[in-house]
């Protein structure tokens, strides 16, 4: 993930999952346990799981249903009941924090690296999770590679588990296919910059009241949607195609970045991008429904182009720059951990096992009730019941990313009924990052971090949307980030890479 991709990755918040259980026999017990007739008839207590997570969608209306219907599953077969919190996305980091720093009832949440998950790690916030994975969480190690499942660990121990979902991205070009149809534009033959470059002259050309390319998001600059290195976080010492034995550099000095800020320029020049994109507030879905824009470069994943045409309402194509690839970024970006202050950890992590291995749950919390929110149209293939859309559904998260094992959810009628095969598949191929499970602790450098991100945030836009000539430009921002610390954070990054290589013998 590029610096430009983690200064905006804010935007992509989603979801925490809050939980709090007691306990059988004689372990702690809950002060929100209910009883419940067992198999045998007798009484047994249930753990109660508050269950929060952020919602783009906020509360549905029908959340209280759903939860009725989950708690039929999850008492009988982990016994289990959980309270559905949704927390709305915008309060989302700092409500967590608040939870956490409190010591409120928690037993699940998600973390990630948008809500600091190392600093959470660091602080004691969160339960290492080896030993709850090898007596409770089997299906959770059954469908996720252990690359994945290995690439949360801080110190040798694991404190996250990810979302069984895409888990890598290609480099990509996304555009409208009227406009491609009409002007005889090939996506199967773009492979290049100097090949979408050819794209956009022709747009240029004929279409004199579209803007040829866009930023993929608000915020974003060109190259938020180009990456080239894994950057390790924090994007302040990278590695240059995935490799580079390890050995950090400073992106901002590279001949590649220098090279991409040039071609930016030149397109800005020609005309090819929009003018005010540095200052732009109007996102790629609405430009381009509004018939102002034509493409954006964009991060591929299997069911890319369906998804945006979904949201664009036009029908979207894209080429695809590279091989997909993995990073730890792609993984820390979203997981679930179990907070320090869980009164039954073992109560969580057998309601997140469940979320990887039970199809029925995983549909009805990503879905809500058959008949009443969706209805089958095949084994697999859903849609919403007759008089029902999306704006009207009583429970529309439209989140199956989220809730554990989304090979397990049902697809919409319209999309491709392979797309998890598919999307295993894809990262299955994608090429890892040799650092790919490595987590810098920033703690040490963390005045240094904020110095240089605040310098970043100066420049990156108007460097990278082509409004200012990078000759003049660039020099200005590489003396302010070395007066601001940045070698000093990449050293201690390398330094902290060398132990972690050493240790996990990487090298």
Request: glycine share 8%; charged share 25%; proline share 4%.
């Amino acid at each position: 993930m590029s610096k430009k991709a983690w200064l905006s990755i804010s935007l992509a918040i989603v979801m925490l999952l809050l939980s709090a259980c007691g306990s059988n026999g004689g372990e702690k017990k809950l002060g929100n346990d209910s009883e419940a007739k067992g198999p045998t008839g007798k009484s047994e207590k249930i753990d109660v799981l508050n269950v929060a997570f952020l919602s783009v969608a906020g509360t549905p209306p029908d959340m209280k249903a759903v939860e009725e219907e989950i708690n039929k599953i999850t008492k009988e077969k982990i016994n289990v009941s959980v309270n559905l919190m949704p927390i709305n996305y915008g309060a989302y980091a700092q409500q967590v924090n608040l939870m956490l720093t409190s010591n409120e009832k928690l037993d699940l949440i998600v973390v990630g690296s948008p809500f600091g998950y190392s600093s959470q790690v660091s602080r004691g916030q969160l339960l290492p999770l080896d030993e709850l994975l090898e007596e409770y969480g089997s299906n959770i190690r059954k469908a996720l590679d252990p690359v994945y499942l290995n690439a949360s660990k801080v110190g040798g121990k694991i404190y996250g588990v990810t979302p069984v979902r895409d888990l890598a991205a290609a480099n990509g070009f996304t555009m409208r296919k009227d406009l491609a149809d009409k002007y005889g534009i090939d996506a199967s033959a773009i492979r290049t910059l100097d090949d979408v470059e050819a794209a956009l002259k022709i747009i240029k050309k004929n279409e004199p009241n579209i803007t040829p390319l866009i930023p993929s998001g608000v915020g974003f600059s060109y190259l938020t949607g180009y990456s080239w290195y894994d950057g390790l976080n924090n994007g302040f010492g990278v590695l240059p195609n995935y490799d580079n034995e390890l050995q950090l550099v400073n992106s901002y000095e590279s001949p590649e970045y220098a090279a991409l800020l040039k071609r930016v320029r030149g397109w800005y020049e020609a005309g090819y991008l929009m003018k005010e994109a540095s200052t732009n507030k109007s996102s790629q879905i609405e430009l381009i429904k509004a018939d102002r824009a034509f493409g954006y470069l964009s991060k591929l994943k299997p069911g890319f182009d369906a998804q945006e045409s979904r949201s664009i309402g036009k029908e979207m194509i894209s080429a695809t720059l590279s091989s997909p690839v993995s990073i730890t970024d792609d993984t820390l970006n979203i997981m679930w951990g179990i907070p320090r202050q869980a009164e039954n950890p073992a109560a969580s992590m057998k309601f997140l096992d469940l979320l990887y291995g039970d199809a029925e749950l995983v549909n009805l919390i990503d879905w809500g009730i058959e008949g009443k929110h969706y209805v089958k149209v095949s084994d697999n293939i859903i849609k919403y019941p007759e008089g029902v859309t999306m704006l009207t559904n009583g429970y529309n998260l439209n989140m199956s990313w989220l809730f554990g094992n989304q090979f397990l959810a049902y697809v919409f009628e319209g999309e491709d009924p392979e797309i998890w095969q598919k999307t295993k598949e894809f990262n299955e191929q994608a090429v890892k990052s040799k650092a790919m499970g490595f987590t810098m602790d920033s703690e040490s450098v963390k005045t240094e971090i904020a110095a240089v991100s605040n310098v970043l945030s100066q420049y990156y836009l108007v460097l990278e949307t082509g409004a200012v000539d990078p000759d003049k430009e660039l020099p200005k921002l590489i003396e302010k980030l070395k007066a601001a610390g940045i070698d000093k954070v990449i050293a201690e990054k390398q330094r902290q890479l060398d132990e972690w290589a050493k240790s996990e013998g990487v090298r």
